[in-house]
């Protein structure tokens, strides 16, 4: 690791500690409010923004509250964070390493890998898509009568429910990407070789994303002091399963392997939004459209957890894309492996 970028490094670990802190003990705050938001919507007549959240916070459950919480916290200590490490020190014409591209002719730094102006970037973005999306849907029909889970008729029609889980898709994988894959990953390709920036990227993605509690973890007592650090707890307790550390954090590491690869690869962002796209638009679909067969090998979070949203079946399906994604961006006219 280059000593000058070893700082920034330590930076991404503190902010993300930080934001998993705030978080946690901001959400009871977040489901006192959003419950009293929801209380008084309902005797009295609001504007339709208000009552959508109202109704929002009614049906949410402390989970999503804790999920907000850290999306807030995340948020409020981007900017101050930016400031900390720096973001255009040591950066031709005002760029960074984590900036969507560089303008046009500009002289690349010697360290680090910038972003690059990609000229197939909608070809590979829309490639991207496809491959996850099509991979995972078509396991999860194919799966149906094996008896991991049945096909249920949507509430509404299927172009509406389709268009509205691929815009919510685009715009999650699009900011989660300029994060994980431009600013974190940019800082970490400038501070070591890239094959030990790729699997940093990967465990960092891996690791904030196992801070999520699953479907069906929650706390007693939501307005208990303290509430946000339980909730925090029992999603870590998992770590000391190593069913749910293979079928849950397995699947994560390596999809984010796979996602830091297409960025290293195209020295761009279009793939990985690409393939991220797709991968939440087919675990949307599938939760929309499927429900579980409720026998035991659905629940099995070594095979498929449930809906395909975790286990070793996902997992086959990331590291096939992870392959096609290869080829996809394949030059043999100017390929240059990783270095170890």
Known sequence: MRNEARGDVWKVWLYAAAAVVLGAWMSPLLYGAGKALAEVSSNKTTN?????????????????????????AAAVLFFPWMEWIHARRGTPAGGGPWLLR????????????????????????????????????SMGVALVPAGFSTLRQPAERMAALAAR????????AAIMEVFFRGVTMGIFLRAMRPAAALGM????????????????VNVSDPEAAGTGFELLRRTAVRFAD????????????????????????????WLPIGLHTGWLFAKGMLGKLSASAGGPATNDPLLSGGLLQQGLIPLVAIVVAGVLAHRLTADHHDESPIRP
């Open 102 to 137: 560089l303008p046009d002719r500009v002289q690349i730094p010697p360290r680090g890998q910038p972003l690059r102006k990609n000229p197939r970037g909608w070809w590979h973005g829309c490639a991207g898509f496809l491959l996850v999306a099509g991979l995972l849907l």
């Open 242 to 269: 190593w069913r749910s550390v293979c079928g849950t954090f397995a699947p994560l590491l390596a999809l984010g392997g796979v996602l830091a690869y297409a960025r290293w690869r195209t020295a761009s962002l």
């Open 201 to 216: 990227s990967a465990a960092f993605f891996a690791l904030v994303l196992s801070v999520i509690p699953p479907p069906g």
């Open 165 to 172: 889980t691929v815009v919510a898709a685009l715009v999650t």
């Open 48 to 72: 339709g923004v208000i009552e959508w959240l109202a109704g929002r916070c009614r049906a949410a459950d402390f989970a999503r509250f804790y999920e907000a919480g850290l999306v807030v």
